[in-house]
């Protein structure tokens, strides 16, 4: 319309304020994420009402390396003739969290072949902070079509839930497929548990944990047993008072992903550092481990103390340091088969 000095008004409706209000917030939202992006700081998105960081991926990783490994390939998802996919089981309901009721998922690969098989049970890496299952799917698929009821699972990670949701529900994972074993062609006594980097440290923690009620959770068929029979650790720590893990947080505005994921650093709350640590847990009752190590030795923390612990107990354990590696080096060529070859060897001896 026009004044009656005659200079031209806009006329606003409701449908285009509304628009209007909704591209300023597309536009802000942009603009966080390029800030995040640039300033290197973790990649928040929301999904399905769940903050995530998707800052760790194998394509961003390989982005890293490249340049000082030039010839690593991402290993990508193949599924095997005589393998069979089952994907988004939810193997546990939280009722109530946060952000509303929240369904687990795990992703399944067993043979096609009738029987039973022993299970893997595969956790991702990521700082506690960041990555998803699909990630560990290249090497269940290739596992699977060895003998093995292989399951990669979801969990909660320390946008959304801090130290012990993930514990929690990893243990929730194990009674679930125990409690189905027949359905999913698993033996339900021979399940291991294994993890990469952050998962590495997960799957030792919740396997040396077995019988402790305070790890436990209520997650899900609570009175089935979460112990595991074998465990794998690649590239994940065992000790969160090493320094290269405690002694991170001296600059306030560049938490350690610890810190993150007990939402305290190891000077404002050195018991969780010190509870989360597998190493504290090692004794006559842990299952026999396969480490699986890149050649830095940060991801090495606690790995000799447990070993000479085992040792005394007479309980099994290999160690397999691959040379000239980076951490993340199961997720590409050409260290992709020999980490497979590794853990297919370790499961056949202690599982079959």
């Known amino acids: 319309m026009v004044n009656s000095g005659g200079s031209h008004l ?38 399905q009402n769940i903050p995530r960081d998707t800052s760790y991926t194998a394509y961003q990783t390989w982005l890293k390396l490249k340049g000082d490994y030039p010839e690593i390939r991402i290993a990508h998802s193949k599924l ?34 009738t029987g039973q098989y022993p299970a893997l049970i595969m956790i991702f890496g990521g700082g506690w902070r960041s990555g998803n299952k699909s990630m560990e799917i290249p090497m269940a698929q290739q596992i699977a079509a060895k003998g093995y009821v292989t399951a990669c699972i979801e969990y909660r990670l320390s946008p959304e839930a801090l130290y012990p949701a993930a514990i929690y529900d990893i243990k929730a994972a194990i009674r679930f497929l125990r409690t189905n074993a027949k359905k999913f062609n698993i033996e339900p006594e021979k399940i291991a548990l294994s993890g990469c980097s952050a998962g590495g440290q997960l799957a030792a923690l919740v396997g040396m944990t077995n019988g402790i009620k305070k790890f436990d959770g209520v997650e899900g068929n609570s009175n089935v047993s979460a112990k595991v029979q074998a465990i794998i650790d690649i590239d994940g ?59 830095q030795p940060r991801f090495h923390a606690g790995r000799d103390s447990v070993i000479s612990i085992l040792n005394k107990h007479g309980i099994y354990s290999e160690i397999h340091t691959i040379p000239n590696t980076p951490h993340s080096f199961w997720l590409f060529h050409p260290w992709f088969e020999p980490t497979a070859n590794y853990i297919v060897g370790f499961l056949d001896k202690i599982l079959k």
């Open 237 to 295: 720590i065992l000790d969160f008072t090493d320094p290269n893990e405690s002694a991170k947080d001296d600059n306030p505005e560049k938490r350690s992903a610890g810190a993150y994921w007990f939402g305290a650093t190891f000077k404002e709350a050195p018991e969780k550092w010190v509870e989360a640590s597998p190493l504290i847990y090692a004794g006559k009752d842990t299952p026999p481990i396969l480490f699986v190590n890149s050649a």
């Open 10 to 47: 806009l006329e606003t409706s409701p449908e285009l304020l509304h628009n209007l209000n909704s591209s300023m917030k597309l536009f802000q939202l942009l603009a966080i994420l390029t800030f995040l992006s640039i300033t290197g700081y973790a990649q928040i998105t929301e999904i």
């Open 80 to 113: 095997p003739s005589g393998v069979v996919a089952l994907q988004d089981i939810v193997y546990t309901t939280i009722p109530e969290t946060t952000f509303g009721k929240r369904d687990l998922h795990l992703d399944l690969f067993r043979p096609v072949k």
